[in-house]
């Protein structure tokens, strides 16, 4: 009978004394080294691609998030473009946000750089003058109509 060193801490099968693996479950023997290709040693198959890691321009949304998974996304509907009536309201939201910060100094998305504004495009102007605006702006200011007031006037320059 062999002589038996320790248990195999993952199926409890007796380990042979000298022997670097589970006999049963094949679990390395604390202590023994292992070559793992892609573990613990290079995988001599494994090539890195010019384009290894790197997210492409155009992505399909709706693959990339099935992609390994078995089951489907439970709303359909959730990674589709937003409605017209949504992109109505982002539009006259960015026209809105055109007249406030003209000729102001605003705050880059990351917060680490300034920029200087110009004049709001003709089009905010337009938008507003046919009421299509709110008279708050998109950060809940009180009243735009006294900004577009000024661009306005400059206008008529």
């Known amino acids: 009978m062999e002589e038996t060193s320790r248990i195999c801490p993952w199926c409890s099968t007796s380990i042979p004394a000298g022997a670097s693996a589970c006999p049963k479950c094949g679990a390395t023997v604390e202590g023994a ?35 390994g998974h078995d089951d489907r996304a439970t709303d359909e509907e959730a990674i589709l ?4 009536a949504v ?17 102001r100094s605003v705050m880059n998305p990351t917060g680490d750089v300034a920029r200087n504004v110009g004049e709001p495009s003709r089009e905010a102007l337009e ?3 046919a009421g299509l605006l709110d008279t708050t702006g998109p950060a809940g200011e009180t009243d735009i109509a006294e900004r577009v007031k000024v661009w306005e006037e400059e206008e008529r320059r």
Not at 41 to 59: S, Y
Not at 81 to 84: D, I, K, Y
Not at 87 to 103: D, H, P, S, T, V
């Open 33 to 67: 080294a292992a070559d793992i290709p892609g573990i613990t040693i290079p995988d001599p198959k494994a090539t890195l691609g010019v384009d290894e890691g790197r997210v492409p321009d155009a992505v399909d949304a709706k693959a990339w998030l099935d992609a």
């Open 87 to 103: 992109r109505l309201e982002m539009r006259k939201m960015q026209l809105e946000a055109q007249i406030e910060n003209a000729g």
């Open 127 to 129: 938008a507003y003058d």
């Open 81 to 84: 473009p937003p409605s017209e």
